[in-house]
């Protein structure tokens, strides 16, 4: 009928004055968006609920496209499952099952609680570096975490593909406090031993895991796939403090020291909304 | 001598006798090969052997022994190609049935009047070939229960084409409420009512038509349509804000949809809901719908602007109007000039545009968009389809039926067929086709007095002609056709030049009334 009319392009809302949400829309800018024709398909983003009542709703468009939101959240329960991978790891690859659980009170904020467990599989760095030079690395193995937060939804948008199929999506900050266990397995101890001047070395303690207060902060986004499904991913920063000790070989002689740990977090899943 | 000449007389009567012989034997050789096909046929009918036993029908059908194996033989045809699923082919032998009429020399009479009704709930014969069929009247007696529907509904249908409504309403009536005919005769008697005036009565007609219908494609139609109509009706009644919410329920896909945005915007017009009446020609107005016909509406965005006082944006509501359509005069004149007697050239140009082959008169495209998505153009196009999909399974039946000449007889009856209905349909739309010439100049000479009387300064009189309708305070409207509903979740998307698929029909203006002594005139900003 019409075929060949243009009729997207990639949107710039320069006229945010948020950095949190230039910031943003700089994140949903360097996505994985749909490799496809420009002039064709391409990206808008809308307000939220919470913006458009404090004065947004682009009220200096002459012509504006007011409807029903596709995707409402506002009173829903969010329940997704994802696949967490530490990135920040040198030695280790570290993967988590992770369930989170949100309730929307608004198109803008959510509460959220989240847990995962995993385990670490050690890289070919760290065995190459024990067997050719004898350095054996102390590793944080992260075993589970587990958080509640709020979460923040600045920005609505949609994508359309190149088959002019539109995706709606959303994007978020995240923040919380939890706890996160790491597992200590001691391996780059060596077992008890008589040293020169007769003393006698301690055997390493036993393999186990020890819990730290953790804050998060963090940023994702839900494309949605239905009016009840959203494929989902998150970037977060796990921050938490470690007493150096409990990972040395003999703890009594250790100095005790307090240590700041990251692990950032790159979280793949699907949620589902009821 | 003599013994020579008896001889002789007696060699010439055996001669006479061999010859009547000959001839007898050849008298019996010719009529009981009809007599074995007729048997034959029943045969192969009985064993399902419609193919086998289609051929033999015709033969016995063309060399009958009498005139009642003639009649058997063209049931029994008839009957075979239905079976076969060649229900146009079949349809032609029931027609010749029930044009014979009902008496005792034709007894399937009220069994082909059912098998027609039967074909055309499913695959329409078209409305020619049912008005021959009816030409001659039947008593209601003689119409069996089966076909009742199909009998008062094409009644009632050819008298409501004569405006003869009463009688219409009578025929409508009549159709039994389980026939497939039924739903459709409550839609005629919803129209029928609502020409007589009967308002709420034509709108239970269709709100009936909207929970009976069925869940198929014609019922979705149906259902379609009926809304269509209860939003018209409610219009003519100036309960605007209902006849938005049953426009709003017309689907996008459809071919309504546009019109459905089109007639809401009038509505609104009359609502004083200029933000909505501009979104909604907004949508119009987009390039997904360059060629749809919507000519009236710059007439109604030029007063829309000038209720507002937005002189500037009369003006170039106005020179749209004449950049859009003043080249179209001359292409449809020049079309209209070219194919005026020309039915069948006119249908395929129709066609051809359709198809996406046309690359001529290209600036009357917009009328001939709209001609194509007549219900003349569809009925015609379906009649066409459905033939050339019987001429082509006809081709898979060659040897008996070749030999016999049944191929033949019905690819002769199918592109018949096919040219009736091209040659009716095209005379139609050539008229149709000159009505939108006759109301594109009409619209033209009210821009020019639009505009004369802006010129003159008359726009307060100009205005105060406007202000028709009344301002619905209660009812509030988001983009396109939505009432707004409280607590409800929106998103809202700037319109920055550039046209997104999925937002047509949803666009809503935010601008002011201009008239200094009348600033209530216009909508509150912003909703």
């Known amino acids: 009928m019409q075929a060949g009319v243009s009729c997207s392009r990639h949107h710039e809302q320069s006229r945010w004055k948020s950095p949190a949400v230039l910031l943003l829309t700089f994140f949903s800018a360097i996505l994985p968006a749909p490799q496809i024709d420009v002039s064709r398909d391409g990206a808008r983003i809308s307000e939220s609920s919470s913006m458009a009542q404090s004065g947004g709703r682009f009220d200096d468009y002459e012509i504006r496209v007011i409807r029903p939101r596709y995707f409402t959240k506002t009173g829903r329960m969010e329940l997704g499952g994802q696949l967490s991978v530490v990135m920040n790891q040198t030695f280790t690859y570290t993967y988590l099952a992770t369930g989170i659980l949100n309730y929307h009170f608004s198109e803008a904020w959510a509460l959220e609680l989240g847990g995962a467990y995993g385990f670490s599989i050690d890289k070919e760095d760290k065995r190459l570096l024990d067997s050719e030079f004898d350095i054996k690395t102390q590793i944080i193995r992260t075993k589970y975490a587990f958080n509640g937060g709020v979460l923040w939804t600045p920005i609505y948008g949609k994508y359309q593909l190149s088959t002019g199929r539109l995706v709606y999506f959303d994007t978020f900050l995240s923040a919380g406090a939890g706890m996160t266990g790491v597992e200590y397995l001691y391996d780059h101890c060596s077992p008890s031993e008589r040293l020169r001047d007769g003393t006698i070395t301690p055997d390493p303690p036993p393999p186990g895991t020890k819990s730290y207060p953790t804050f998060i902060i963090g940023l994702g986004q839900r494309f949605f796939a239905s009016r009840t499904l959203a494929l989902r991913w998150d970037v977060r920063d796990h921050l938490f403090s470690y007493n150096d000790a409990d990972g040395a070989c003999n703890p009594e002689t250790a100095d005790g020291v307090s240590k700041l740990h990251q692990n950032v977090t790159m979280q793949l899943g699907a949620s589902h909304f009821f | ?527």
Not at chain 2, 67 to 88: F, I, T, V
């Open chain 2, 1 to 527: 001598m003599k013994t020579t000449s008896t001889h002789r007389g007696l060699k010439a009567r055996r001669s006479t006798v061999l010859a009547l012989a000959l001839v007898s034997l050849c008298a019996v050789l010719l009529t009981t090969p009809a007599q074995a096909n007729y048997q034959a046929a029943q045969g192969a009918y009985a064993r399902r052997d419609y193919t086998t036993s289609a051929a033999m029908f015709f033969q016995a059908y063309g060399f009958p022994k009498n005139a009642a194996e003639k009649m058997k033989a063209e049931w029994g045809l008839a009957q075979s190609l239905h079976r076969l699923g060649l229900l146009y082919s079949a349809s032609k032998y029931y027609s010749m049935i029930v044009r014979r009429g009902p008496r005792n020399s034709n007894p399937f009479f009220r069994k082909a009047l059912e098998e027609l009704g039967n074909i055309n709930s499913t695959m329409s014969l078209g409305q020619s070939h049912i008005v021959q069929l009816f030409r001659a009247r039947i008593d209601p007696a003689n119409v069996p229960g089966p076909a009742r529907g199909f009998y008062f509904y094409y009644l009632g249908i050819e008298a409501f084409n004569r405006r003869r409504f009463e009688e219409a309403l009578g025929y409508f009536r009549r159709v039994p409420s389980g026939s497939p005919y039924h739903v459709r005769a409550v839609f005629h008697l919803g129209v029928v009512s609502n020409l007589a005036g009967q308002h709420s009565q034509a709108i239970n007609f269709f709100e009936s038509v909207r929970n009976s219908a069925r869940r198929d494609e014609e019922g979705e139609w149906l259902r379609e349509v009926a809304n269509l109509n209860i939003a018209r009706v409610n219009y003519e009644v100036k309960r605007y804000r209902e006849s938005i919410q049953y426009y709003a329920q017309i689907p996008r896909d459809s071919d309504n949809w546009l019109d459905a945005i089109f007639e809401a915007a009038w509505a609104f017009f009359l609502m004083q809901k200029h933000n909505n009446v501009l979104g909604n020609i907004h949508t119009i107005h987009s390039p997904f719908f360059e060629n749809r016909f919507y000519p009236e509406s710059f007439i109604l965005q030029s007063i829309t602007f000038l209720r507002l006082c937005r002189y500037n944006e009369v003006k170039d509501s106005l020179r749209g109007f004449r950049d859009r359509y003043r080249p179209v005069f001359q292409d449809v004149k020049g079309m209209l000039d070219q194919f005026n007697g020309k039915a069948n050239g006119f249908f395929r140009l129709i066609y051809d545009y359709r198809v996406g082959s046309l690359d001529r008169y290209k600036r009357a495209w917009s009328i001939l968009d709209a001609l194509s998505r007549t219900d003349v153009y569809r009925e015609a196009g379906n009649t066409i389809r459905f033939s050339d999909v019987e001429i082509s399974r006809l081709s898979r039946f060659g040897g008996r039926w070749s030999s016999s000449g049944l191929q033949d007889e019905l690819k002769s009856f199918l592109n018949k067929k096919k040219a009736a209905a091209v040659a009716d349909a095209g005379r139609r739309l050539y008229d149709k086709g000159a009505s939108y010439y006759a109301y594109l100049k009409e619209l033209s000479d009210q821009t020019q007095l639009i505009n004369a009387e802006m010129v003159l300064g008359r726009v307060d009189a100009m205005r105060a002609k406007l202000k028709v309708g009344t301002s619905d305070q209660k009812a509030n409207f988001i983009g396109g056709m939505q009432t707004l509903n409280v607590d409800q979740d929106l998103e809202y998307w700037p319109f920055e030049g550039e046209y997104w698929e999925d937002e047509l029909g949803a666009y809503v203006y935010n601008i002011d009334s201009s008239c200094a002594a009348d600033k209530g005139f216009g909508e509150k900003k912003d909703k």
